[in-house]
Every structure is written in structure tokens, then in C-alpha cells.
């Protein structure tokens, strides 16, 4: 079975600095999905990311990167210029391939600061 | 685009009766749908997998019989907790894959509180 693991339970960030959340996952899979799902005080669960396995390129989007590093089974979340409205819990998620269930890490809540 | 709602926001109800939860997705259609349960300060559980014109499919430990889903149409699933009682209250979150990009988008969440 897939776990994922988040070993930040809570950050701080400064406001219009960067940030960088962690995430591991155990797999034995080689076709998969990941994702950074934000969760904000109204638990409206938003996509912030996505990466595909397969691709080798890290996938950005706007302030947010990610470092995935395949072989490490690392998937790290960079938030650059951080922002108050960053301020959420972010879940680390996997999917394999050819399935539609996520697996969830237990997230990491993230404050940033004025 | 990808809009999934829930209705309702939230709900309070007396302990034994029954509560069900709507979940559709309002531009796309999802042949399968999720039903998450969140606790205070908690990563979601994944309580079922419902699948439009078949039975759902339960996760280990989450009771059939209390947590009836049906998924009447592609837009359309919804998760009844039957004979509620205080234990049930919780944070419940449904979710739809948009199968072309593998892409879940989740609805906003119900608040079930049982007195």
C-alpha cells in the first residue's frame, strides 16, 4: 500500500518570503500521480499542483513549484513571495496510475506572517 | 471550469434520524465520485468510492448500512447516514474526478452535527 508522509505538522513564513514544504511517499509503483491540495480555514479543498511521474520536469505553477525527486520518493512544495492568503493546511497526495483514489499525507498547516 | 458542490453546507440533526448529503459536479461529468470524512485538525479518510450505476465500493471499517451512497446519474451521488448518532458528527467532503486530466475536485464540505 502507498503512504504519504509529511513530517512538518506546522511552518511560519514571513510574509513575500519563500517557503518549502516537505513530502515523502512509499510506492512501488512506477506510473503515478502527485499532488498539493490547499486547504484554507473555509475547508474548501483547492489543487494547488500537480506532477506526473513520468515527466522529469518539475511542474510549476505561478509562486508554487514543486522539487520532485523520483528516486528519493520526495515531493517538495516551494511557495515563493509568500502571501497572507497562503495561509492554509497543505496536503501532499498519490495516485497511481490507472486508479482514481488518493492517498493523503496528514498535511501541514502553514502560517505566514505580516 | 471543474465546480463540484454539496448540499448542505451543513446540517444538524437529532440523534437516530437520517441525513443524506448531495454531492454533483455542475460542468463535467464523473462516472466516479468520493466521499472523505475529516475529523478537527485531520487529513481526509476516504470513506467510499461511488460509482455511477453500480454499487459503491467501502473502505475498510466504514460501515455499509450506516452510510448509504447511491450514484444516480453522472452528476450526482449522494452519501445518507442512516440512524445518526453523536459520533457521526464530523466534516464530510466529496470529490469527483474530471477523467480526462485525472484531476479531483472536491466539493465544499457538509458539517453534519448530531445531537
Known amino acids: 500500500a502507498q503512504t504519504v508522509t509529511q513530517s512538518q505538522p506546522e511552518m511560519s513564513v514571513q510574509e513575500a518570503e519563500t517557503v518549502t514544504l516537505s513530502c515523502t511517499y512509499d510506492?512501488?509503483?512506477?506510473?503515478?500521480?502527485l499532488f498539493w491540495y490547499k486547504q484554507p480555514p473555509s475547508r474548501q479543498m483547492i489543487l494547488v499542483i500537480r506532477q506526473e511521474a513520468y515527466k522529469q520536469q518539475n511542474a510549476t505553477e505561478n509562486r508554487f513549484s514543486v522539487n520532485f525527486q523520483k528516486a528519493a520518493k520526495s515531493f517538495s512544495l516551494k511557495i515563493s513571495d509568500s502571501q497572507l492568503g497562503d495561509t492554509a493546511m497543505y496536503f501532499c497526495a498519490f495516485m497511481k496510475g490507472g486508479s482514481e483514489k488518493l492517498v493523503f499525507g496528514k498535511g501541514t498547516k502553514l502560517t505566514v506572517n505580516p | 471550469g471543474a465546480v463540484v458542490s454539496q448540499h448542505p453546507s451543513w446540517v444538524i440533526c437529532k440523534s437516530g434520524t437520517s441525513v443524506k448529503i448531495e454531492c454533483r459536479s455542475l460542468?463535467?461529468?464523473?462516472?466516479?465520485m468520493f466521499w472523505y470524512r475529516q475529523f478537527p485538525k485531520q487529513s481526509l479518510m476516504l470513506m467510499a468510492t461511488?460509482?455511477?450505476?453500480?454499487?459503491?465500493?467501502?473502505e475498510q471499517g466504514v460501515e455499509k448500512d450506516k452510510f448509504l451512497i447511491n450514484h444516480a446519474s453522472l452528476t450526482l451521488s449522494t452519501l445518507t447516514v442512516t440512524s445518526a448518532h453523536p459520533e457521526d458528527s464530523s466534516f464530510y467532503i466529496c470529490?469527483?474526478?474530471?477523467?480526462?486530466?485525472?484531476?479531483?475536485?472536491f466539493g465544499p464540505g457538509t458539517r453534519l452535527t448530531v445531537l
Open positions: 461511488s460509482n455511477e450505476g453500480s454499487k459503491a465500493t467501502y
Open positions: 510506492t512501488s509503483e512506477n506510473n503515478y500521480y
Open positions: 470529490s469527483a474526478n474530471r477523467d480526462v486530466y485525472n484531476e479531483q475536485f
Open positions: 460542468d463535467f461529468q464523473a462516472t466516479t
